[in-house]
């Protein structure tokens, strides 16, 4: 599918659903997840889109909710954060799908046993995301990351129990995240509990866990579109189109208001 048979196909919808991921989608990495900078042209094309009546917006990412709600004040769209585990509706309604008492003792066990393991090391940064916790290692050397990361995956499974969690994966990243922490999971969820009948479905992301939600999306006869990142491009993929940058997403986007 051409970028032109996408513009055809999205703007002939009656409707439109657009599942849009943040990072490495729509804006360029942060150099650690805790770094907040809004950009306004994000945020200007979010608002238009909102603001048309034939398309609904949700923004599926694995920041926190907290962070998402920075990074976008804007009213009328889904924000999904934690992988659709915390979610704000368009009508300003706050929902969680995991009781965090459940999973945080664990998480509070593997916390320290990470710290440790990357104390004393550069290029590595742990996330706290309240209902998950992520290692991220991009900024360490490749030999340094992988023998890290392959301890911080030792360690969960000593300490997480079955069936309760899932571990992520990724470039230089590991992740453990309560079970339903998926974006196909979330995007089953938002369809069934807020029908828009007859919406085109279109998705954009840009790593393993967007690919999760293209089945999704397949299945229910809609399109995917993924920004191709270094680490993603000998993968094999699901996507419909690629995008190589989020600059070009959001010109795409910009285009097809």
């Known amino acids: ?37 809004p950009d306004g042209r994000v945020i200007g094309l979010l608002e238009q889109l ?11 990412s694995g920041r926190r909710l907290h962070h998402l709600r920075q990074l976008l004040p804007i009213s009328g769209i889904f924000l999904a954060g934690t992988y659709g585990i915390e979610l704000l509706t368009p009508t300003g309604e706050s929902l969680y799908r995991v009781d965090s008492q459940e999973i945080r003792p664990t998480l509070e066990q593997i916390i320290p046993l990470w710290e440790k393991t990357i104390r004393g090391r550069n290029g590595f940064y742990l996330e706290d995301k309240g209902w998950a ?3 991220h290692a991009r900024f360490a050397n490749d030999q340094e990351a992988e023998k890290v990361i392959t301890k911080a995956s030792e360690l969960i499974k000593k300490s997480a129990g079955s ?12 992740e453990i995240a309560p079970a339903l922490a998926s974006k196909a999971n979330a995007i089953s969820y938002l369809i069934s509990q807020y029908p828009l009948p007859g919406a085109r479905l279109l998705c954009i992301g840009d790593d393993d866990k967007d690919e999760e939600a293209f089945y999704v999306i397949h299945a229910r006869g809609g399109a995917a579109a993924k920004v191709i990142q270094p680490s993603q491009i000998s993968r094999p993929t699901e996507a419909d189109f690629f995008f190589e940058s989020p600059m070009e997403t959001i010109d795409w986007l910009q285009e097809f208001v």
């Open 1 to 37: 599918m051409s970028k032109a048979e996408l513009l055809r196909w999205a703007s002939g919808a009656q409707c439109l659903w657009l599942f849009l991921d943040y990072d490495g989608t729509l804006a360029d990495f942060a150099p650690t997840p805790d770094h907040i900078e």
């Open 50 to 60: 909102a603001g048309n009546p034939a398309i609904r917006v949700t923004i599926l």
């Open 133 to 135: 916790i992520a290692l």
């Open 163 to 174: 069936g309760q969690f899932r571990i992520l994966g990724g470039h230089k990243f590991l």
